[in-house]
């Protein structure tokens, strides 16, 4: 399913014709890496659209039965898609990093696009509410907040 290139994070450009917008992927300080704007993203603008021609439907069966590097892959960046229960969606393109956040900069409550609920400056994190389209989201500890494994350091 992910033959080629699955770690490649710092890619640049645009994410196809899923992410609409340019963007890059860098260093984010709400977790790990994150999806950043590459360009001015003006309010109500639409900066995500679903094609299934990139955003791979991944059905339960699947990801219960692939290896567990994949499995870990899966829970990592893809989500339960909104109106197909049953379904994962994964996203080929930087939409995969896009963080969570409580008070994002987009609104992805509709079912198949995401669009700027305000100004997004270049450089600026594109954030979203993960609990728009997935009703089950905890939030996953950071490595701050991950248990110990009870060593010392």
């Known amino acids: 399913m992910t033959s080629g290139g699955v770690g490649a994070?710092?890619?640049?450009?645009?994410?196809?014709?899923?992410?609409?917008v340019k963007t890059y992927v860098g260093p984010s300080a709400v977790e790990g890496v994150g999806v950043f704007a590459a360009e001015p993203v003006a309010p109500g603008a639409?900066?995500?659209?679903f094609d299934p021609?990139?955003?791979?439907?991944?059905?339960?069966?699947?990801?219960?039965?692939a290896d567990?590097?994949?499995?870990?892959?899966?829970?990592?960046?893809a989500y339960p898609s909104p109106g197909r229960p049953g379904l994962l969606v994964f996203e080929a393109d930087n939409g995969r990093f896009m963080n969570h956040a409580d008070d994002p900069n987009t609104d992805f409550s509709g079912d198949s696009c995401g669009v700027a609920s305000r100004a997004i400056a270049v450089g600026e994190e594109i954030t979203?509410?993960?609990?728009?389209?997935?009703?089950d989201f905890e939030l996953l500890p950071g490595p701050a907040e991950a248990p110990s494994d009870g060593g010392d350091d």
């Not at 639409?46 to 659209?49: H, K, M």
């Not at 021609?53 to 039965?65: N, W």
């Not at 979203?128 to 009703?135: G, I």
Request: proline share 2%.
């Open 9 to 20: 994070v710092a890619t640049t450009g645009y994410g196809g014709a899923m992410l609409l």
């Open 46 to 49: 639409v900066i995500w659209r």
């Open 53 to 65: 021609r990139f955003d791979l439907l991944i059905s339960e069966a699947v990801y219960r039965g």
């Open 68 to 77: 567990p590097v994949l499995q870990a892959l899966l829970e990592r960046h």
């Open 128 to 135: 979203c509410n993960y609990r728009e389209f997935h009703e």
